[in-house]
């Protein structure tokens, strides 16, 4: 089976495993886990924040971002395909009373007018209003599409004119970074808050760091605490962090040629259904056309690859570091024949 479900599929390998079986560890709640304390660290120097907090999965530290930004009753906006709407189970809303209000995108990306058009500042008690602006980078449901330096660099710009935040999740943001160039810093000083995933294409068993600035990141432990997130001897899910920050950041350039080989694959048959241009990072969309997603993944999966509906007519594949660009290009071909 070709597993392209999703980048958090991949598994440790043997020298991540000695890594984490070697990892030194004490006791996180007291603050006292040297291994976690150094990715905290690592991560918050990376993306050009004053301190970072290791949590068990990107949506806990999307959950704490927005929350340390928003005040209850207030609203986040973001786009209508954004993870944290579509994907997080409703959290912000049912746990920390904050509304979402969502507007049309191109694939997720950000549109500063859109956004600037939408913003409810001074409403008093009439109308919600704006506390965040929330941005996804890669974006998930677009399919991987990198949001542009410059369009970010004009969000904040605006956004900080009218006193509202930005969260950027980050689950992806290894990708927009070996994609474009762009440093992590340079990405992370646009946001108040980033969360940035290490349990995706760059490997590691689980765990997201939170990056801001030190009063905000002392106020999210304890709201980690308070959603249950006070784990102890995690040093050694951390080591598995360190290790992927120093291995697996420039290989996501691999997931990225694979993705591509297997949107011309599908190309090549059923040249509809994928727009090649539209491929920037390890993620596909792929249309079906006449069949349904759903028909579409159990047939494909009947012929040995694995793949995810992501809307009606839309399935999605996500390349990562345990499959290889061979497996990719047979994958696409088995879809294609399926669509063609």
């Known amino acids: 089976m070709i597993d392209l479900r999703s980048d958090t599929l991949t598994r440790p390998n043997r020298a ?52 340390l930004l928003a005040r209850p009753g207030s609203e986040v906006l973001c786009d209508a395909q954004a993870h944290i709407v579509r994907a997080e189970m409703g959290a912000h809303a049912s746990l920390h009373g904050v509304t979402t209000r969502t507007f049309a995108s191109d694939r997720g990306r950000l549109d500063a007018d859109t956004v600037t058009s939408m913003l409810s500042i001074g409403t008093g008690p009439f109308i919600t209003e ?62 108040d808050t980033v969360s940035l995933c290490l349990s995706k294409g760059l490997g590691a068993p689980v765990g997201s760091v939170l990056a801001s600035s030190a009063d905000n990141i002392a106020r999210a432990r304890i709201q980690r605490k308070r959603l249950g997130g006070g784990w102890r001897q995690a040093g050694i899910l951390a ?18 040629a694979a993705a591509r080989a297997f949107a011309e694959a599908v190309a090549e048959a059923a040249p509809s259904s994928v727009t090649l241009c539209d491929v920037e990072t390890n993620i596909v969309v792929v249309e079906t056309g006449q069949r349904t997603a759903a028909e579409v993944v159990v047939a494909a999966r009947a ?36 669509l063609g």
């Not at 290889?324 to 879809?335: K, N, S, Y």
């Open 239 to 256: 080591a598995a962090g360190l290790y992927a920050l120093d291995h697996n950041i420039d290989r996501l350039a691999d997931d990225h």
């Open 303 to 338: 012929a040995g690859v694995s793949l995810s509906a992501v809307g009606a007519r839309q399935v999605r594949a996500v390349t990562h570091l345990d499959v290889t660009h061979e497996d990719c290009v047979r994958a696409g071909r088995v879809l294609a024949d399926l």
């Open 130 to 191: 704006t506390s965040v602006v929330e941005v996804e980078n890669t974006h998930n449901f677009g399919g991987g599409t990198v949001q542009p330096i410059g369009s970010l660099r004009e969000l904040r710009r605006r956004c900080a004119a009218q006193g509202v935040a930005i969260h950027l999740d980050g689950a992806r943001l290894a990708n927009a970074h070996v994609a474009t160039g762009v440093a992590f810093s340079e990405y992370g000083a646009l946001a």
């Open 16 to 67: 991540m495993r000695d890594a984490m079986a070697d990892a030194e560890v004490g006791d996180d709640v007291y603050g006292e886990d040297p291994t976690i304390l150094a990715l905290e660290r690592r991560v918050a120097e990376l993306l050009g924040h004053e301190a970072g907090l290791f949590c068990p999965t990107g949506s806990m530290g999307n959950l704490l971002g927005v929350w």
